[in-house]
């Protein structure tokens, strides 16, 4: 069985300013993916980024971009230079390779981040 | 490129009382994956289908079901309806095939029963 933790239940930051957002996994699967989520007030779950077990760099996409430590099962999520729309609930998440594992994603508690101005 | 639509967005029922929530993926996608979201257990991951057939099942009581039709659109059915069941209800939708890829969520049912 896979499982997200995320230590941080809620973070404040300055707007403009980085934040990072920890993620721990644990996996005995050799091939997965991880994934970041961000859920507005509204409620629907926006991809940021993603990055596979396999993938030699860490994955970048805008502002966002992920620290993938595989050795110590993390993939933190970076946001730099912070704006008010920031603010909302992150989801960290895995799924496994394998025709049983299909569309299965696993999510931490989630971190409410808050980006004050 | 239209995302995934989920409907009704709200709604309010009963105990007892049963309910469908419909889910359309976006064009080309395959796989529909179905959640539950609660304050207190979070998200928790309720079935997957592809190509009409269900290949992942979580561990919910079988009140909870689902189908996924020829055009990949899915409808989840709870029926006898419990207070534990009010939850923001999400779908996801992806290609389905090859190594984990991104999935996207649709905005939710927000179920209330009462």
């Known amino acids: 069985a896979q499982k997200i933790t995320q230590t941080q239940p809620g973070m404040f930051v300055q707007e403009k300013e980085a934040v990072t957002l920890d993620c721990t996994y644990d996996t005995s699967d050799p091939s997965y993916g991880l994934f970041w989520y961000k859920q507005p007030s509204s409620g629907e779950m926006i991809f940021l980024i993603y990055q596979g077990s396999y993938d030699q760099q860490n994955a970048t996409e805008g502002r966002y971009s992920l620290n993938f430590q595989k050795a110590r099962k993390s993939a933190n999520l970076v946001i730099s230079a912070s704006q008010l729309g920031d603010s909302a609930m992150y989801f960290c998440a895995i799924e496994v390779s394998g025709g049983t594992s299909y569309g299965k994603l696993t999510f931490g508690q989630g971190t409410i981040l808050t980006v004050h101005p | 490129k239209a995302g995934v639509t989920q409907t009704p967005r709200y709604l309010i029922k009963t105990r007892g009382q049963q309910v469908t929530l419909s889910c359309s993926p976006i064009?080309?996608?395959?796989?529909v994956s179905w959640y539950q979201q609660t304050p207190g257990q979070g998200l928790q991951f309720l079935f997957e289908?592809?190509?009409?057939?269900?290949?992942n099942k979580g561990n919910f009581p079988g009140r909870f079901s689902g189908r996924q039709f020829s055009n990949s659109r899915s409808e989840m059915n709870v029926s006898t309806l419990e207070l534990g069941d009010s939850a923001l209800y999400l779908c996801?939708?992806?290609?389905?095939?090859?190594?984990?890829?991104?999935?996207?969520f649709g905005e939710g049912s927000r179920l209330t029963v009462l």
């Open positions: 289908y592809f190509s009409e057939t269900q290949r």
């Open positions: 064009s080309g996608h395959r796989s």
């Open positions: 996801a939708s992806s290609l389905g095939q090859g190594n984990p890829g991104e999935l996207f």
